[in-house]
């Protein structure tokens, strides 16, 4: 079944989010009323200027968020205050238990459900394969590169084997080539699982080479400006940034990214600190 002709995954419908008034500071309207609806097994990107209100949006996909108005739905049930049965959130920040195996790190949220130790130790086995980390099941993460952290931090959440995955920047920290062949690993992942993916970075690159659609979102209160197709086939990996339309596709992401920034910068944005 293709991402276009399944029932929505997730949606946004009038979601909007302000922060309230803190130490004397007015409330920060971070969000909308933003419109999303994420197609069942699709890969959706956001970009956006910083600021503007993407993290906001997926915490609120999350269950880490409440709309101040509006309402998110996960398969057709609203989203509470936790983050729902189905849903894997990975982000930038390295998530990895400094005192736990790579394989301990990977087990955890299985061990902390009850699971069966012969299902966790087969769901363990294929995630450290599937990610390359079959080698390093008995390392800890400070003997790791920060590429193989990220890799850990996913294969964790790929043992819970959720429907739709949160992604908030998980390749922000590292260099471009890693970037472009950690992009490559998510693809097949992607792939392999059927899961609903939505990401959120700052590389227009990244967004373009990795998605079926890209969300532009203006400056704060973050609203999507543009849904851009990229129309890539299924069967993708990081050869597409040689490809002639790549560059027109990233200008174009670039061209909506660059005014919003300009509004930031100049001061037409709102002043507050979450992104």
């Known amino acids: 079944m ?3 002709s ?3 995954a997730a949606e946004l419908a009038g979601v909007t989010r302000v922060y309230p008034a803190i130490g004397g500071q007015p409330p920060v309207h971070a969000l909308g009323p933003i419109d999303l609806t994420l197609k ?3 890969f959706f990107a956001v970009v956006g200027p910083s600021g503007c209100g993407k993290s906001t949006l997926l915490d609120v996909l999350a269950g880490l968020a409440r709309p101040s108005d509006g309402v998110a739905r996960f398969e057709g049930q609203p989203i509470g205050d936790s983050v729902p049965d189905g849903v894997g959130v990975v982000f930038q920040e390295d998530a990895s238990f400094p005192w736990l195996s790579v394989a301990d790190n990977v087990a955890f949220g299985l061990r ?3 699971m069966a130790a012969a299902e966790i130790a087969r769901r363990v086995e294929y995630a450290l394969g599937f990610m390359g980390l079959k080698d390093f099941a008995k390392a800890h993460p400070a003997q790791l590169s920060g590429g193989m952290r990220q890799r850990v931090c996913i294969a964790r959440t790929l043992v819970m084997q959720p429907r739709l995955i949160l992604l908030d920047e998980p390749f922000g920290a590292l260099d471009q080539q890693t970037r472009l062949l950690m992009g490559d690993e998510l693809l097949r992942l992607w792939r392999e699982t059927g899961a609903t993916v939505l990401l959120i970075t700052h590389a227009l690159d990244e967004a373009a080479m990795l ?3 890209v969300g532009v979102m203006s400056a704060r209160p ?3 400006i543009d849904l851009v197709e ?4 299924r069967e993708r990996d990081s050869n597409l940034v040689a490809e002639a339309g790549f560059g027109a596709l990233t200008a174009r992401l670039w061209s909506h990214l660059r ?3 300009l509004k930031v910068m100049g001061g037409s944005g709102n002043s507050g600190s979450k992104p």
Do not use: K, L
Not at 230 to 233: D, E, G, K, L, V
């Open 222 to 224: 973050g609203r999507f």
């Open 6 to 8: 399944a029932a929505p």
């Open 40 to 42: 069942r097994g699709e």
């Open 230 to 233: 990229t129309n890539w086939p």
């Open 259 to 261: 005014a919003e920034s």
């Open 2 to 4: 293709t991402a276009g």
């Open 211 to 213: 998605a079926d659609r």
């Open 112 to 114: 902390r459900q009850g």
